[in-house]
């Protein structure tokens, strides 16, 4: 399986090519019926990379899992819907569920159990239908882009509520997975975490944030255009980060 990479007995990932980073793509094995947590993109990252690895697992697409509604991870479901019709779809944005007109969609609770292994986790932050799943069988918590470090490439801090972002991570450093993986290689840790390095990954993603705030705070007289400007040119190395990050933080108590 030359493309699909063995997270566990039961969880492989993807890596489909995105910008210049890549987007994981997760297949859950259960009993006789595979489940496919996001798309991708495109319809080429389906057909390309997606099909493929089903096909080659035995093809019975039941279950697909979208983690969130960004184009990224929610984009190639239409292109799966096509080609396995009766797949069911996973996910916590109803109104996005309706606007793309989605048949055979689940909205789930939070912490509810799929399949009698897969539970799923609404980690609000990085958006509001943020989507975590832990497989009990293996303790592996698939994060997605739910928490992430300081962000990869030319997409640091994506961040849309800091104070849901927090919660979040207590709530996910408090289940003390045995593996964690994400959906890109968040910087500076990548994207295959093992418990011994869990708590440092969670402590990471919530300092970066206070690191961002001592930036702009060292920086007072600077508008947010002009703080992300500086913070870039003084970071080259680190994932870029827009204004947006630094008016959420000004705007939200710390």
């Known amino acids: ?28 094995k259960k009993d006789d019926f595979l489940i496919l947590a996001d798309t991708a993109t495109t319809k080429n990252d389906v057909t390309d990379y997606i099909v493929p690895v089903i096909e080659e697992m035995g093809g019975n697409l039941k279950y697909v899992i979208l983690s969130h509604n960004h184009g990224d991870h929610a984009g190639g479901y239409k292109h799966i819907k096509e080609i396995y019709p009766e797949v069911k779809v996973i996910l916590f944005d109803d109104n996005y569920a309706v606007n793309k007109g989605f048949s055979d969609y689940i909205i789930p609770k939070d912490e509810e159990v799929f399949f009698d292994c897969i539970k799923v ?37 994506g961040i849309s509520d800091i104070k ?14 045995a593996t964690i993986v994400t959906a890109h ?16 990954f969670f402590d990471k993603c919530r300092d970066c944030v206070y690191m961002y705030k001592e930036f702009a705070d060292e ?20 994932p870029v980060i827009n204004k947006n990050l ?9």
Request: charged share 25%; glycine share 6%; net charge neutral.
């Open 185 to 200: 290689e968040y910087y500076p840790m990548g994207s295959l975490i093992k418990r011994e390095d869990a708590n440092k």
């Open 246 to 254: 630094f008016d959420l933080i000004k705007s939200t108590p710390l």
């Open 219 to 238: 920086n007072p007289l600077l508008d947010c255009d002009d703080l992300a400007a500086l913070y870039n040119k003084t970071y080259p190395e680190r």
């Open 1 to 28: 399986m030359s493309i699909a990479e063995k997270i566990t007995e039961n969880i492989y990932r993807i890596k489909v090519p995105f910008d210049n980073i890549y987007t994981s793509v997760f297949i859950i």
């Open 164 to 177: 849901e972002y927090f919660r979040s991570i207590n709530r996910a450093k408090s289940i003390t997975p």
């Open 121 to 157: 986790f609404n980690f609000k932050g990085h958006s509001r239908d943020s989507l975590g799943l832990l497989d009990t069988r293996t303790d592996t918590l698939l994060t997605f882009d739910c928490f992430q470090l300081m962000g990869v490439g030319r997409y640091g801090g």
